[in-house]
């Protein structure tokens, strides 16, 4: 039935006219949606069960710090690359970020990003999605991904439906570059998939320290052959590709790439349910304890 509906109701269409839709439970609560294909995709989403992961969550370390953003130029899904089974040399932070999903005035689905400030000491002025570092007071991964996002573009908490996790990607935190890279310093980011529920009462307040813009684009192209290049990389003796999306709106351009692409490419194939129509090609790897020049991470 599900399948049947996002079958008639395919996101991209002439423009759609709202129907308010009957709530549905989500997670031990009621959610409303205003459209059936947004309640549609929820309970899609709902079903959905990432690959099992390398890592046990009772093992993971609890963590201490807060600063820093979720950027990163490489990360690859976590079920794709293994990493040892050793709570003494593998314990990465723990991270989540917020793909919030809404309708578009065309019908289409599209996904909230943000461009970073051009202030930032890293990765700045490249676009990212809104998200951070886990915090102690955090009940869980979409807690992290809705407080760090209302903290970076003032996107209140209760305008946003969460409805999955994706499986969590594996990258390396700011900072750590060259010989000083091992297991430590290891982001595990959670991809949170919450829908907008009201687009009209989110009006973007970006935080300058961190954002110098707030856009949209739309999720299918990130498993669409089009606007895309790739570049080839090695690390380890692994070859794998980076994937860079071109994106105008507004007369402004912008280039989504890295772990940011890797994440939305993910997403989009879950929603859609269908493969990108391009070779990904992470690598087959498993991370090592110790750091030498054999483990520099491009």
């Known amino acids: 039935m599900i399948f049947s509906i996002l079958k008639r109701l395919p996101f991209f269409s002439p423009p759609f006219v709202n129907v308010m839709a009957s709530p549905i439970s989500l997670n031990g609560g009621s959610l409303s949606f ?57 314990r990465p932070k723990r991270a989540a970020v917020l793909i919030c999903l ?34 102690e ?74 954002v110098d813009a707030v856009f949209d684009a739309p999720l299918e192209m990130f498993i669409k052959d089009e606007n895309r290049s790739v570049e080839e990389r090695e690390w380890m003796g692994e070859k794998y590709l980076v994937h860079f999306f071109d994106y105008e709106i507004g007369n402004k351009k912008y280039l989504i790439w890295g772990l940011t692409a890797g994440i939305l490419i993910r997403a989009a194939s879950v929603v859609y349910q269908r493969p990108p129509a391009f070779l990904e090609q992470s690598p087959k790897f498993k991370f090592p304890g110790v750091a030498d020049k054999s483990t520099v991470m491009p």
Not at 48 to 74: F, H, M, R, T, W
Not at 107 to 124: E, F, M
Not at 169 to 189: A, E, I, N, P
């Open 34 to 90: 205003s459209s059936q294909r947004l309640l549609a995709l929820a309970q899609q989403l709902r079903h959905y069960k990432p690959p099992p992961c390398s890592l046990d969550d009772n093992e993971e370390q609890i963590i201490e710090e807060a600063a820093g953003k979720v950027v990163s130029q490489v990360g690859f899904q976590e079920s794709v690359t293994p990493v040892v089974q050793n709570p003494e040399k593998c």
């Open 137 to 210: 007071g955090d009940k869980d991964d979409g807690d992290t991904a809705t407080r760090e996002s209302n903290e970076e573009i003032g996107l209140d908490p209760s305008l946003v439906n969460v409805v999955t996790v994706l499986e969590p990607f594996l990258s390396k935190m700011d900072g750590w570059t060259s010989y000083w890279f091992s297991l430590q310093h290891l982001l595990r980011v959670f991809p949170v998939i919450g829908i907008l529920n009201d687009r009209k009462a989110f009006k973007p307040t970006p935080n300058p320290a961190e």
């Open 102 to 135: 809404f309708e578009g005035d065309a019908g289409d689905l599209r996904v909230i990003l943000t461009k970073r400030s051009s202030r930032l000491s890293t990765h700045s002025g490249e676009v990212s999605l809104p998200g951070g570092k886990a915090e």
